[in-house]
C-alpha cells in the first residue's frame, strides 16, 4: 500500500494512539503542520479510501484507527528505498551515510553490535 509524506504524518498520529477522531487528529496536527482542518480531514478520507485506516461511528462522529501496521509500514518503504536508490543492498546505503553524514561514534557501536548478533543467528 502506497501512502504519501503527508499520509504517513497522519498514520504517525494514528499509530501513536487510536481510536482518535478527526477532531483529535487535526488537534495533534494543526500547530506541527500548520495544516488547515479540511486538509487533514482529506488526508483522512484518502487513508480510509486506500484502506490504510478503519472509521467507526461514534455518534455524530467517527472514530479512526490504524488497519495498516507501522511495522509492515516500515518494511515496505525501507525495501522500496533500498531497491531505488541502492539496488536492494543495505551495505551501500551505510557507506552512503558513513561519507556524507558522518556516522557517529554510538552509531557505529549499534552497527557492530546489530552485525555481531546477525553472525551469531547464522549456523
Partial sequence: ????EAES?????????HPR???AVVAALADAQHW????????LNRLLNKGAIAA????????????LKREDWLIDESES???????????PLVAH????????R????ELRKLLEEIDDERP
Avoid: C, N
Fill in 97 to 104: 551515510f558513513s561519507e556524507h553524514r558522518k556516522l557517529s
Fill in 9 to 17: 504524518v497522519v498514520m504517525d498520529v494514528l499509530w501513536q494512539e
Fill in 1 to 4: 500500500m502506497q501512502i504519501s
Fill in 106 to 109: 554510538t552509531d557505529v557501536a
Fill in 36 to 43: 488547515q482542518e479540511a486538509t487533514i480531514k482529506t488526508l
Fill in 81 to 91: 528505498l533500498l531497491d531505488r536508490l541502492f539496488g536492494g543492498r543495505v551495505a
Fill in 21 to 23: 477522531s478527526a477532531e
Fill in 56 to 67: 467507526e461511528k461514534d455518534g455524530r462522529r467517527y472514530l479512526y484507527t490504524p488497519v
